[in-house]
């Protein structure tokens, strides 16, 4: 069975420094996507970034990027230069494709504060 | 290109009445996702659609929700009766058919949610 955990509940960032939120996962599949998805109060879902489990390459994305340990089953997002916007909810997510649609799961989500 | 749209954002019903929220997903995506969020936990799946067709309603409480898609495109569910543990954010996402876009957009696209209170 597909799981995704996040051992970190609440985290907080000074202003201008770096976090690094942590996720694992569990699968028996070889070909699957991970995802971190960002929720503000505003409650929608906005995705923060993406990584392909068959590429070795870490994905990033401007201040954002992840540290996948493919063997290991860890997926973690390092946030640098924190700013106050980025004070939210992060979901690490594992999708995997099936011929009837993907499948998400979805972690319990990590409290980021960042504090002025 | 726009968003995933849901209605209404808020509402707020007493236990044992009805209630109903309705998605429309993002054009051409042929999968969509209902979630329920419960303050402070992830989004957990209630029902998936594949088209008109239902994928996994497997933690959908049948006896008092229900879901439909019938054209393919826009998405009703229901709750009758509610009950107060029936308070949360229901979550309406939608993705392309990986297998036709050969990978890439394979991220869920999120609608505001709609937060539901009952008392």
């Known amino acids: 069975a597909q799981t995704v955990t996040q051992s970190q509940p609440e985290m907080s960032v000074q202003e201008a420094e770096t976090v690094t939120l942590s996720c694992t996962y569990d699968?028996?599949?070889?070909?699957?996507?991970l995802f971190w998805y960002k929720q503000p109060p505003s409650r929608q879902m906005i995705l923060v970034i993406r990584q392909e489990a068959y590429k070795q390459q870490n994905a990033t994305e401007n201040r954002f990027s992840v540290n996948f340990q493919k063997a290991a089953k860890s997926f973690s997002l390092k946030i640098s230069d924190s700013q106050l916007g980025d004070a939210a909810m992060y979901f690490c997510?594992?999708?995997?494709?099936?011929?009837?649609?993907?499948?998400?799961?979805f972690g319990t989500g990590t409290s980021l504060t960042v504090i002025p | 290109e726009a968003g995933v749209a849901q209605s209404p954002r808020y509402k707020i019903i007493e236990k044992r009445q009805s209630v109903a929220f309705w998605c429309n997903p993002i054009s051409g995506h042929a999968t969509l996702y209902w979630y329920q969020q419960i303050l402070g936990q992830g989004p957990k799946l209630l029902i998936q659609?594949?088209?008109?067709?239902?994928?996994?309603d497997s933690q959908l409480p049948k006896d008092r929700f229900s879901a439909e898609r019938l054209k393919g495109v826009d998405s009703t569910l229901k709750i009758q009766p509610a009950k107060l543990e029936d308070s949360a954010v229901y979550l309406c996402?939608?993705?392309?058919?990986?297998?036709?876009?050969?990978?890439?957009?394979?991220?869920?696209?999120f609608g505001q949610g709609t937060r539901l209170t009952v008392v």
């Open positions: 659609f594949q088209n008109n067709g239902v994928v996994d």
């Open positions: 699968t028996s599949e070889s070909d699957y996507y």
């Open positions: 997510a594992y999708m995997v494709r099936e011929n009837t649609g993907n499948q998400f799961y």
């Open positions: 996402a939608s993705s392309l058919n990986s297998w036709l876009a050969g990978g890439r957009n394979t991220e869920a696209f």
